[in-house]
């Protein structure tokens, strides 16, 4: 049951960066994702959320959209 957890962070990026559009955010939470290779070949991109990174990551575009 990961959409109650990805929902909560696609909000915290929207939160950090309210400019983004639905695709800016998706592209920021598939750049976070940790790579696991037992997850390769069973989910879409193959690893976990990392909320850490996807904060960061939403927090630097919207330095660069300032």
Same mark, same amino acid.
């Given at each position: 049951?990961?959409? /109650? $957890?990805? #929902? !909560?962070?696609?909000?915290?990026? *929207?939160?950090? &960066?309210? &400019?983004?559009? /639905? #695709? $800016?955010? !998706?592209?920021? *939470? @598939? %750049?976070?994702?940790?790579? !696991? /290779?037992? *997850?390769?070949? @069973? =989910? &879409?991109?193959?690893?976990? %959320?990392?909320?850490?990174?996807? =904060?960061?990551?939403?927090?630097?575009?919207?330095?660069?959209? @300032?």
């Amino acid at each position: 049951m990961a959409a /109650p $957890q990805i #929902t !909560r962070l696609v909000s915290l990026i *929207l939160a950090c &960066n309210p &400019n983004l559009n /639905p #695709t $800016q955010a !998706r592209e920021i *939470l @598939k %750049a976070s994702v940790t790579k !696991r /290779p037992d *997850l390769e070949d @069973k =989910l &879409n991109w193959g690893g976990s %959320a990392n909320e850490a990174k996807a =904060l960061a990551l939403a927090k630097a575009s919207f330095k660069k959209s @300032k």
